[in-house]
């Protein structure tokens, strides 16, 4: 539905007015997506130019038999930083930046849901990513591989300070991800514009939400990975020393958790991309489109079973290894239905061979080849024989590489005019394409060969008498050819970007959102949508949708807004007023970096002191965002009204607390299973020397867990009522229950004689204590945040998400709090 005549300039004028990005250095302090988003993308591309450096150092190395270019050690540390930085800071960062940049125009939204969350998410990440990587200019970069293996990993053997950048850096970088993710989580589902339903939304938005999915369940795991081991590291907790009751296996569980559903995540959004690209570039439909949305949700869902894929040969049991090579194999069928529908889509339509198309073509066959060897090592007997070896190698990195760079690329040469309005060189493109695809299967596929004749992975040389020497002479010219062809696609970048900009036009014919004018407000007006490709649709949306005939014209407050729609048929609900431009998610992400950083450093003063500032420039950004709209209803458009703002479950605040609960508990739940694990893994549970407290201990902390949380849900309603003095009454008396339940559950087992030093039992149980004593210092921060809001009339019935919020954190802590008791306290009556 359109309206009938055109809407006053003054319209966009005041879009403009609210949406002027800042100038010159303020630059920085922008929050709306096409800056964040820009940032992003540059700073990832700058990491994946890194990581091949480094790439082309070792090939270098290993050119020629005895090579001494560089040494062992030297060695270790780039391969070690290679794939950490390939993995942590190019590959998940480069689709959530892409993300960031183009969902909110392909969903029809003006920016996602937290703009300042995406800012400070990518901030942290720039920040903490550099520093890590100037470890190698030091000496300091860590050496034991990016999945950095105990015991190697140990202090015993690797005293140095490199692991603890590894782990301390990485798990940091880890939450940026997280943050990332939350944000794309609730921009997908509210944010769309009306009359997109689910089955509407582009296949890219799609493959984002199941990915972002997918980052909340899996990340998790790998950042209560590298708690463990820094507690060890730095404290002698002995999680993983088995002469103490530890084991290294456990952080093979918890890493792989992580690991295996990593390389899904990286290939989902590529594969997202793909679909999207594919139906255009061939001009027709995608044929299957339901069918590829059932088949990404599968491999998500699947790639959950597949963690010990990469411990066939640690001793698991033969029912376990059956079981995930089973799963191997089942994860190959949803991944060949996209395959199969994208050759079926380009053999429908009428497809021209343009650079992004030679792209797509040259995915196809790296990444079928590199899903075809996934098949042979998830063959048990296969993989005991390939394990460790380059066919290894190879294999990475047809999946990765094919799965994901070649798509990104196709990418870069498709989207690249919604950024200034022109393409990338065609002629120069085809170079590109020729020698990335020309040189990265010289520099790969020769490894498949040495890995099969005994190449062992991680050596910095080799003898001249094994026949290795002219498969790694290939190899190594291979990746200086595929560098060149990075090289001249960075030179054909600068080069084209660098114009002035124009109205691109959809070059490319597209039906997809994202190809409206675009502009720094997003779109002028928010289309109505009631097809999958609306551009093909109605070609002279475009018009329409700049002549302000669609959803909110303008801005209804002078401000940044956009629309909340329901999450399953996208009806809109409310009004959504967004943050502006502003320094302090910069500040927080400063200071996050700098406390994770120092610490690293042993700078422990100097490390609190940059926490305190990220938790004073976060409660600054939050102080001035939950505020009561200036009118309950607002007009956007066709005649209809909506609130402004919603509260409750109603609210996108609501539910991106609902996401962070499930990382937390993920964390949390994580963390038992490294309880029950070496509660299994000892001869007697509890270990000689270690003691359960007195029953009367956590059962008194159990009960003041549950007031804290009854006194909290009574205040939320008492707050919808108006009665503030109940709501200061009932928080200040949650926080005494939280405050002493802590006191009761510490008293118990210090009269019990806890020492997490003494055995990796006793660890856990500290690191169950640890993780509780921390999220009662949360609720402290965030019960006397309420406090404060109450106290200065900032806490009102129409602007309550603080409270709501803060409740649903205090339920969160307490089912923590009574399912680690129990679980302490039952595990040895089970287990006995």
Request: with cysteine.
């Amino acid at each position: 539905m359109t309206q009938p005549t055109d809407r006053p300039e003054g319209e966009r004028e005041a879009l403009e007015r609210a949406w002027r990005a800042p100038r010159g250095w303020r630059l920085f302090s922008a929050v709306n997506n096409t800056h964040i988003g820009v940032f992003y993308i540059v700073t990832a591309m700058v990491f994946f130019v890194l990581a091949g450096i480094l790439a082309l150092v070792m090939r270098a190395q290993l050119a020629v038999p005895g090579n001494d270019l560089i040494g062992a050690q030297t060695y270790n540390q780039l391969f070690t930083m290679h794939g950490t930085v390939m993995m942590f800071l190019f590959a998940v960062p480069i689709v959530e930046a892409i993300a960031v940049y183009l969902l909110p125009g392909m969903l029809g939204a003006r920016d996602l849901p937290f703009p300042r969350l995406s800012a400070y998410a990518f901030w942290a990440y720039a920040i903490g990513g550099l520093a890590f990587f100037c470890t190698i200019f030091f000496g300091e970069s860590p050496d034991g591989g990016w999945f950095m293996y105990p015991p190697l990993t140990s202090k015993e053997y690797s005293p140095g300070r490199g692991a603890d950048w590894w782990l301390l850096g990485i798990g940091f970088i880890e939450i940026s991800a997280i943050a990332g993710a939350i944000e794309l989580i609730i921009g997908i589902l509210f944010t769309r514009a009306p009359g997109m339903t689910l089955m509407r939304m582009p296949v890219f938005a799609w493959a984002m939400l199941v990915s972002a999915l997918m980052i909340v369940f899996a990340f998790p795991a790998v950042i209560a990975a590298t708690t463990l081991l820094e507690l060890e590291r730095a404290f002698d907790w002995p999680f993983f020393i088995p002469a103490r009751g530890g084991d290294p296996v456990l952080w093979q569980h918890l890493f792989w958790f992580f690991g295996h559903p990593e390389v899904y995540i990286i290939f989902l959004p590529a594969a997202g991309m793909v679909s999207v690209m594919v139906a255009t570039l061939a001009r027709t439909p995608l044929v299957g489109h339901r069918a590829v949305v059932m088949a990404l949700i599968g491999v998500g869902v699947v790639s959950f079973l597949l963690w010990a894929h990469h411990m066939f040969t640690t001793g698991l049991g033969n029912v376990s290894m059956v079981v995930v090579s089973a799963a191997s194999f089942m994860v190959a069928i949803p991944s060949g239905m996209q395959v199969f529908a994208w050759i079926a889509t380009f053999w429908r339509g009428r497809v021209t061979f343009d650079a992004p198309t030679l792209f797509l073509l040259g995915f196809h066959f790296i990444f079928v080849l590199g899903g075809l060897t996934g098949v042979m090592v998830a063959v048990l007997p296969f993989d005991w024989q390939a394990h460790d070896s380059y066919f290894i190698v190879a294999h990475l990195h047809y999946v990765l590489i094919g799965g994901m760079v070649f798509p990104v690329f196709a990418g870069f040469y498709y989207w690249a005019p919604v950024f200034n309005g022109h393409r990338l060189s065609e002629r120069w493109g085809r170079w590109v394409f020729g020698l990335m695809f020309g040189g990265f299967n010289l520099a790969f596929f020769p490894m498949h060969i040495a890995g099969l004749m005994g190449m062992p992975r991680r050596i910095y040389t080799y003898p001249g008498d094994l026949g290795w020497n002219g498969l790694n002479m290939a190899s190594t010219v291979g990746a200086f050819v595929l560098a060149a062809g990075v090289l001249l696609f960075f030179i054909d970048a600068v080069r084209t970007l660098r114009r002035p900009e124009q109205d691109h036009g959809n070059p490319w014919g597209a039906g997809t959102l994202e190809w409206l004018p675009p502009r720094d407000y997003g779109v002028r007006s928010i289309p109505e949508v009631d097809s999958l490709y609306p551009l093909w649709r109605e070609p002279d949306l475009p018009q329409q949708v700049e002549a302000g005939r669609h959803w909110l014209p303008g801005t209804v407050f002078g401000g940044r807004e956009t629309l909340v729609t329901s999450m399953r048929d996208a009806r809109p609900m409310h009004l959504l007023r967004l943050p502006t431009d502003g320094w302090w998610p910069l500040v927080a992400a400063v200071g996050t970096a700098g406390f994770f950083l120092l610490l690293t450093a042993s700078q422990a003063v100097l490390a609190f002191a940059f926490g305190l500032l990220a938790i004073v420039a976060i409660l600054r950004w939050l102080w001035g965002s939950d505020q009561p709209p200036p009118t309950a209803i607002a007009d956007v458009g066709h005649g209809v009204r909506l609130p402004v703002g919603a509260t409750g479950r109603a609210s996108h605040s609501w539910w991106a607390v609902i996401v962070l609960i499930a990382v937390d508990m993920t964390i949390f739940v994580s963390f038992l299973f490294a309880h029950i694990h070496l509660s299994m893994a000892a001869e007697v549970c509890p270990p000689p020397g270690a003691a359960l407290p007195p029953l009367r201990w956590p059962l008194a902390s159990m009960l003041l867990l549950l007031l804290g949380s009854a006194g909290m849900a009574v205040a939320v309603r008492m707050l919808k009522q108006g009665g503030q003095g109940a709501v200061r009454l009932l928080t200040a008396f949650a926080l005494l229950c939280a405050a002493c339940a802590l006191g009761f559950e510490l008293t118990g087992h210090w009269k019990a004689g806890l020492d997490p030093r003494d055995q990796a039992w006793s660890a856990t149980v500290g690191m169950l204590l640890g993780y509780q004593a921390f999220h009662v210092a949360v609720l402290m921060l965030m019960g006397g945040y309420v406090l404060a809001r109450s106290l200065t009339g900032k806490l009102q019935t129409a602007a309550r998400a603080t409270l709501d919020n803060t409740a649903l954190m205090w339920h969160c802590v307490t089912a923590q709090g009574l399912i680690g008791a129990l679980t302490v306290q039952l595990v040895p009556a089970v287990l006995g």
